[in-house]
């Protein structure tokens, strides 16, 4: 479920959706949860991946399950295999940090942003998020959980800077829109 060829079009889809047809506070998380994973992904997650050189569990660990996806016509039967003695040292790998904990952890850390601290539900994903990239051997514990804080860290950053924009150019460009929502984040 983690293949990104089918999750990323229906994202995409869901987001543009949302953009055209939600309540203000909805369009206001999506874009928020668009900048957070436009910029963290590339220039945070993946600069690290690099810099921490990590090679993931199921190819530096005997005994690491290893689930994806098949290939031609069983594409959504799962493969499994469990990784065996590693014949030599992975140099390299990019299992720190998990960038699919990090863009679910964007998108529940916007919408806490958003809607304020008792919206609780989205983080049941970034749960399941974490759990599922341990379960496939993609990533240690560790990656997980250091994943969390910080894309929290660089969601709440861009977030301030886009609130920050959103006030200085929401009402000149977006008058209507911006009566209704002066900030984009919750007010306390």
Not at 34 to 54: C, E, M, Q, W, Y
Not at 66 to 91: C, L, M, N, T, Y
Not at 111 to 126: E, K, Q, S
Not at 147 to 162: F, K, N
């Amino acid at each position: 479920m983690a293949d990104g060829r089918f999750w990323t079009p229906v994202l995409l889809l869901l987001a543009l959706y949302f953009l055209l047809r939600g309540k203000d506070r909805t369009k206001a998380w999506v874009a928020l949860t668009l900048l957070s994973v436009a910029i963290g992904d590339p220039l945070i997650t993946n600069p690290l991946k690099h810099l921490f050189d990590r090679p993931r569990p199921y190819q530096s660990v005997e005994g690491v399950r290893e689930v994806s996806p098949s290939s031609g016509e069983h594409r959504w039967e799962p493969a499994v295999r469990i990784s065996g003695i590693p014949e030599q040292d992975i140099p390299h790998g990019r299992s720190f940090p998990s960038s699919h904990v990090a863009n679910a952890t964007a998108a529940a850390m916007s919408a806490r942003l958003v809607w304020g601290p008792a919206l609780r539900w989205p983080w049941y994903f970034v749960a399941l998020a974490g759990l599922g990239r341990i379960y496939t051997g993609d990533h240690y514990p560790t990656d997980v959980l250091a994943s969390i804080p910080l894309s929290m860290l660089y969601t709440w950053v861009i977030a301030q800077i886009a609130n920050s924009i959103w006030k200085k150019v929401g009402q000149r460009w977006f008058p209507k829109l911006f009566a209704r929502l002066p900030s984009l984040l919750h007010s306390k």
